[in-house]
């Protein structure tokens, strides 16, 4: 989904329209890096030089079941996010319009399963879900043992 057909009614969202849309990035002089961890995700600003200006963690939670579950929301995952920008617009003069890229990394192998509108349709498998563990193995013959 493109970011400008979202409704924006956050910061963040705010600036990923901006950002999406190409407007005033030219001359912006920050980087926004979120990295999505298993427990939390941390959300940095660096200057042209690489320079850690500001950083914000917030947490969220994991849920773990019987049979190999570990499960997340995306809601939870979206809201930490947003929460922890909005730490850094508050903390950074300027955000806004000195931003010219926004990083995203996360853990590998979660799945979040959208709609045709980017909905979460479930909640979201982790790395830690082992729920079909046994059909890898048969995938690749018993390896590993």
């Known amino acids: 989904m493109v970011a400008d ?5 956050t ?5 990923a329209a901006k950002t999406a849309k190409g407007l005033g990035v030219q001359n912006g002089d920050l980087v926004l ?3 999505f ?3 939390s995700v941390k959300v940095g600003v ?3 030089d690489l320079k850690l200006l500001a950083r914000s963690t917030e947490s969220y939670p994991l849920s773990l079941a019987p049979g190999g579950i570990a499960e997340q929301n995306p809601e939870d995952l979206w809201a930490a996010l947003v929460r922890a920008v909005e730490d850094l617009h508050q903390t950074v003069s300027g955000l806004a319009n000195r931003v010219s890229a926004v990083v995203f990394s996360s853990q590998i192998c979660g ?12 909640p979201c498998l982790t790395w830690l879900d082992k729920r079909a563990a046994d059909v890898s193995k048969d995938l690749v013959d018993g390896f590993p043992s």
């Open 111 to 122: 799945v979040i399963c959208v709609d045709e509108n980017g909905h979460p349709l479930r």
């Open 5 to 9: 057909q979202l409704p924006c009614d």
């Open 37 to 39: 961890g298993t427990s």
């Open 11 to 15: 910061f963040l969202c705010q600036l």
């Open 46 to 48: 660096v200057d042209s």
């Open 33 to 35: 890096a979120a990295d």
